[in-house]
């Protein structure tokens, strides 16, 4: 089970820090963080697996996002500098195994939390 938190509404430029909780068994998945814009369709942002530090951006936040993880505390971050109007969305983390070429697919993850708005005002 997955808990996203941490959204909500801030200017252009500032930041915001999501959080996701996940109970239960996440060892060897990869978490990721995908986001829908409204009226649009669910668009991949960033992952990392738990097993590493590897993490995979989108070109679009890239030096922007960061994403980590607490092993200890089984929670994924998601850092959020420099927002843009175009960030805004509803945020959902997601934990998967998909194979390296499929990582960026919503398909390829089995656990979704209830998504996390954030909006930013220009």
């Known amino acids: 089970q997955l808990q996203a938190s941490g959204g909500g509404l801030v200017q252009a430029g500032g930041s915001l820090r999501l959080s996701c909780a996940a109970s239960?068994?996440?060892?060897?998945?990869?978490m990721a963080w995908f986001r829908q814009p409204p009226g649009k369709e669910r668009e991949f942002v960033a992952a990392i697996k738990w097993s590493s530090s590897t993490a995979f951006y989108t070109d679009s936040v890239k030096g922007r996002f960061t994403t980590s993880r607490n092993n200890a505390e089984n929670t994924v971050y998601l850092q959020m500098n420099s927002l843009k109007p175009e960030d805004t969305a509803l945020y959902y983390c997601?934990?998967?195994?998909?194979?390296?070429?499929?990582?960026?697919?919503?398909?390829?993850?089995?656990?979704w939390g209830q998504g996390t708005q954030v909006t930013v005002s220009s």
């Open positions: 997601a934990a998967g195994r998909p194979v390296s070429s499929a990582m960026t697919s919503p398909a390829m993850y089995y656990y």
């Open positions: 239960g068994g996440t060892f060897n998945y990869v």
